[in-house]
């Protein structure tokens, strides 16, 4: 049969993401910085993602398609490497698909592919309950352990000559900030107004504690160069219906691929079972604000 199917221009596409939520059968993800068909079997070729590629990296492409092979989509899989490897069985999990996915994981066994989903956490529907998280008292990397900091703020003017505290104190909150390092049951993010921050926009905000920080717990990611978007996504969903975040707000820069982690809160938003207040607020290059609005 002739069928139509998403084609991505890898040259052209930056990996905004704006793509992301706007495909409905879930067919597409941010990975290793690029926009990836995950999955020919969830493709429609309907084209409602094609719209808001800002570069024209998106096209629709009408090809001659035999009923769906496993093994044929494999072969097109593995070529992009583990992410997509990963990616592609999570979706076929998560969707349900149960005899693709054995289809899948006998594929990688056969030609000696690891296999990423043996050495996966359980996926996000069988996560432990918020209370009972694993905190690793002794083991993993010291750095990523979550601890409360001193209260931020003060009304500290200047710099105490005899000390090392800062003319303007902290306001950060919590440790670590990086999201794959956050855990989403950590005590600072229950009720919290969270703040989830591209990484270039403390550089680019020349007072980004004092106007973007204060007050809120933190979270930092770009969409374009992190891989693990999925866990991203997971990740928030536990913050607004197990956390119970108060707010999101979501600060980015005015560049095409900063949008992307607008898209994924937008997708955390909508698919979580309670209702959370987001707000995008964009900064120029200069560090101004471009645009702050309630979505």
Known sequence: MVREIIEIDED???????????????????????????????????????????????????????????????????????GVIRAHLEHLRQHGQDEYLQQARAYLAERKIPDPLEESPSPAGNAPPLETVAHHHGGGCPGAAARRLRSPGGDQQGRDESSNHPARPSELRQWPLQLHLLNPAAPYLRGADLLLAADCTAYA???????????????????????????????LLRMIDESRINTLTVLIMEVPCCSGLLALARTAASQ????????????????????????
């Open 205 to 235: 905000a020349g007072d980004f504690h004092g106007d973007f920080l204060k007050g809120k717990a933190l979270a930092i990611a770009c969409p374009k160069l992190d891989q693990g978007q999925q866990s991203y996504l997971e990740k």
């Open 12 to 82: 052209l596409c930056v990996g905004c993401g704006n793509c992301v939520p706007n495909c409905h059968q879930g067919a597409l993800q941010i990975i290793d910085g690029k926009a990836r068909l995950i999955s020919d079997l969830m493709c429609e070729g309907i084209g409602a993602c094609v719209g808001h590629c800002p570069t024209g990296a998106m096209t629709i492409e009408k090809r001659e398609a035999e009923p769906y092979d496993e093994a044929r989509v494999m072969d097109k899989i593995t070529a992009g490497g583990p």
């Open 272 to 295: 979580a079972e309670r209702r959370v207040p987001v707000k995008a607020i964009i900064l120029s290059l200069e560090g101004e604000i471009q645009s702050e609005e309630w979505i």
